[in-house]
């Protein structure tokens, strides 16, 4: 049986390797704590001065967490699914706090748990291959893997945008929005993982850096701002629903093909992580939401729609923004029951 994580010592690297190609390397429980055990492993190990985690195969470095096994699952034994979102999020906190210098190799999709275990990271390195994207709403979930941290933290209302609409972004614009670092053209990856085993230096970086493409998300970003930096998600759909501009039409169509209760959630916990400081608290919100998805709320419809069915046809419920109650979206960050509530490592 192949193994679907790949961790070793080479030179003077800790590396991991995702080896689930056929899945888009989507995260399971057994590579989330294989990640996490080759973390601790190499924080006091004299020959690991660095970690590099890249993917097996030139689609995808890791296209989030496996949601088809969380939607066959989900329903019978919600505890198991918790479970992975308990150690995930971890594993998170434990890639941002990471002691040694932790360089994730972002080459093709990366996609919401994909994120997760490499924008939290010291060195973020995307390619002209690069697809970033924090898809949540789109399947009746809410950002997670303390994305709404990072979205929080983007230029303007850049974060907003790609939190409500699931946008893409290329190699540019995940440099613009603060989920990456550096690009490298795919044809030198190679080069630079062995550049980085060899010498044990991240100065070996700037050695295979180039300027990235140009970033459609700067050049929209005074858009962005005028319409997103509002009170509520009414009010941006009302105004871009009054314009009869071309990027107002394509943006107020994405908002109104993802979950409407998933967009409210979003711009409240982006908005929530705002007035806090730091990964964890973010984490704790995005926990309870996860907790709570698994027995209410849009995400088995999503994910049905999605991956199962195919149909891109969800029936979401309630279908339109404007029903969607307040209330109930601040409900649905209300404290879990003490031994719930999820916790960072101590």
């Known amino acids: 049986m192949r193994a679907e994580l790949l961790t070793r010592v080479e ?21 989330v704590t294989g990640m996490a055990s080759a973390l601790h492993a190499w924080t006091d190990d004299p020959q690991v001065d660095l970690v590099i985690v890249d993917a097996v195969g030139d689609r995808a470095f890791c296209a989030g967490g496996d949601i088809q096994l969380i939607y066959h699952s989900g329903r019978s034994k919600p505890e198991n699914a918790r479970r992975f979102w308990y150690d995930e999020y971890r ?9 040694k210098p932790y360089v994730a190799i972002m080459n093709g999709i990366v996609m919401g748990g994909g994120v997760g275990i490499s924008a939290h990271g010291s060195h973020r390195i995307v390619s002209e291959r690069s697809s970033v994207t924090m898809p949540e709403t789109g399947i009746g979930f ?56 060899d010498k044990g230096d991240t100065a070996a970086i700037a050695q295979f850096t180039e ?31 009054q314009s009869t501009g071309d990027w107002e039409g394509e943006t107020l169509k994405a908002l109104r093909r ?20 730091g990964l964890e608290p973010c984490l704790v919100n995005e926990y309870r939401f996860a907790f709570r998805c698994l027995t209410s709320g849009d995400f088995y419809e999503g994910i049905r729609a ?24 601040t409900a649905i960050f209300d404290p879990l029951a003490e031994e719930d509530e999820w916790r960072p490592v101590e």
């Open 11 to 31: 030179g003077h690297a800790g590396r991991i390797t995702l080896n689930r190609p056929q899945v888009l390397n989507a995260l399971n429980q057994d590579m």
């Open 211 to 241: 300027a990235a493409p140009a970033s459609p998300l700067a050049q929209q970003r005074a858009l962005i701002d005028f319409y997103y930096g509002r009170e509520n998600i009414q009010q941006i759909v009302d105004a871009l629903g």
């Open 306 to 329: 999605a991956v199962i069915d195919k149909d891109r046809r969800p029936n979401w419920s309630p279908s339109r923004i404007e029903d969607v109650s307040q209330a109930n979206v």
């Open 142 to 197: 809410l950002t997670d893997v303390g994305g709404t941290r990072l979205l929080a933290d983007a230029p303007g209302e850049t974060g907003m945008h790609l939190g409500l609409t699931a946008t893409r972004m290329n190699a540019g614009d995940a440099i613009y929005a603060g989920f990456a670092d550096s690009y490298v053209p795919e044809e030198r990856l190679a080069d630079l993982i062995q550049a980085l085993s």
């Open 258 to 277: 993802v979950s409407p209760f998933s967009a409210v959630a979003n711009f409240e916990a982006i908005r929530r992580a705002r007035d806090v400081c």
């Open 91 to 99: 594993l998170n906190t434990l890639i941002h706090h990471y002691p």
